[in-house]
DNA sequence: CGGGGCTTTGAGAATCTTCAATTTAAGTGG
DNA sequence: CCACTTAAATTGAAGATTCTCAAAGCCCCG
């Protein structure tokens, strides 16, 4: 259901004698950028596609105005830059150190898929699941509460992470980010995790890492405090 | 940009003496479906592949706890049905009386598109470009004042729609639809509507037939009322 | 012409934002 | 490795916006 889903897949496929993503692989340039760093930015000829290799970034628009806003969080396994014209349509930037990406050559990897129909199975369902997964995060963010919102923000989060044993979601990014990606403000992101904290739906590992102790109360508030 | 641009494609294109996508049309059932039925539902084996051939309809997903969200609108020519998966990933329901759409047998066309390397390029970029806007709508819902939500709303739909020459907007859906998709209140959307009629920005033909005055406050509020 | 859904309007309560200040964490250079 | 500098996170209080509850008007359709 999710792109995160990719490496999994392509574990699980490996016993194929020629999964065409090896292939794939085989054209990848594995590179490293340090946080705050600029992987691709919107607006540019969009000559490649990409992958997260570890770490995690920010998808960001520009709006007409100019102000920036983040519409999406990579986490490793993630594939990027996908246009439907020649120009990139966001801008990608890394937010923890350590992140890592593979960058495809997108006219290599399109010749690729017209030779090998399940290549582009693969990837129209990539693209599909993309999609899938962006219009149910509409539904985290078209709640209406800062309590949903920030509730089912951690709940997704930990679903696209690896679950460590003990639930806890390593965030990597800022309060900034999450209130920014949430339309909400700093302050009532803060505020909220507080109240969570307090009424034992969640607990703090560091500010960044957090451990889920009540996941149906966080998805649904109600439950949580009456 | 939007899938709403397939047909226009299609058009353009038509001087080419074999676009698979006749060979996808050839394949495609038309049917009639009346204001409020639903066309497909999520969950169920996605079979099919569906385009809005007039009319309107909404797309609508549910969350685990069982209520339902518009996450799109669907405008003559856009596509859905997609899946990543064998389920279908959202409930689809006319809004608008006279409403057609396409069904596209969901096997044949994966036969076609697999011998066909345009149309399955077609085919991703159509994906690709559902995705970008989606991305982008969240730009608009991301927005915090209800000025802005809306505001930005009208400005969508009449680039989703055929631009009228006095700038009507034919929305067709409720408001109850539009508070819904907004994750506001119907109260806050009729007031902000009636809002922006008071300032001069919008001007009604009838309810759910909108002219756009300024354009640019819609867009940006700080520049229609200080 | 009656009914039901849709739209609008009002007023009070709840929520969120803004502005301001403090505390904590992180990164840098000596 | 520590002191220093800057960024990030938290908390408080006042003000603005939105939601909820309630009710009235509108309009299409049968």
Do not use: N
């Not at 607006?43 to 290799?53: D, H, K, Q, V």
């Not at 679903?159 to 949430?182: K, N």
């Amino acid at each position: 259901m999710q792109t995160t889903d990719s490496f999994a897949q392509h574990a699980a496929e490996s016993h194929r004698p020629l999964d065409p993503l090896v292939l794939l692989d085989a054209r990848a340039v594995r590179m490293p950028c340090k946080r705050g760093a600029e992987i691709c930015r919107a607006g540019e000829i969009a000559r490649f596609w990409y992958r997260i290799a570890s770490g995690m970034a920010r998808q960001c628009a520009l709006s007409a105005d100019g102000k920036r806003q983040i519409v999406d969080f990579l986490a490793p396994g993630d594939f990027f830059g996908f246009s439907s014209t020649d120009e990139q349509p966001f801008t990608v930037e890394a937010i923890v150190a350590g992140t890592w990406f593979l960058r495809y050559p997108r006219s290599q990897v399109e010749q690729l898929i017209d030779a090998h129909p399940r290549l582009s199975e693969r990837f129209r369902k990539l693209a599909f699941a993309a999609l899938s997964r962006m219009q149910a995060r509409m539904l985290h963010l078209g709640r209406t509460t800062a309590q949903q919102k920030v509730g089912s923000f951690l709940v997704e989060m930990s679903e696209r992470s690896a679950q460590s044993p003990d639930h806890e979601v390593r965030l990597g990014m800022t309060r900034y980010d999450i209130a920014d990606y949430l339309a909400l403000s700093v302050e009532t992101v803060s505020r909220t995790l507080t109240e969570m904290k307090r009424a034992g739906l969640i607990r703090y590992s560091e500010a960044r890492a957090i451990q889920i102790l009540d996941r149906d109360a966080l998805e649904d508030p109600e439950l949580g405090y009456s």
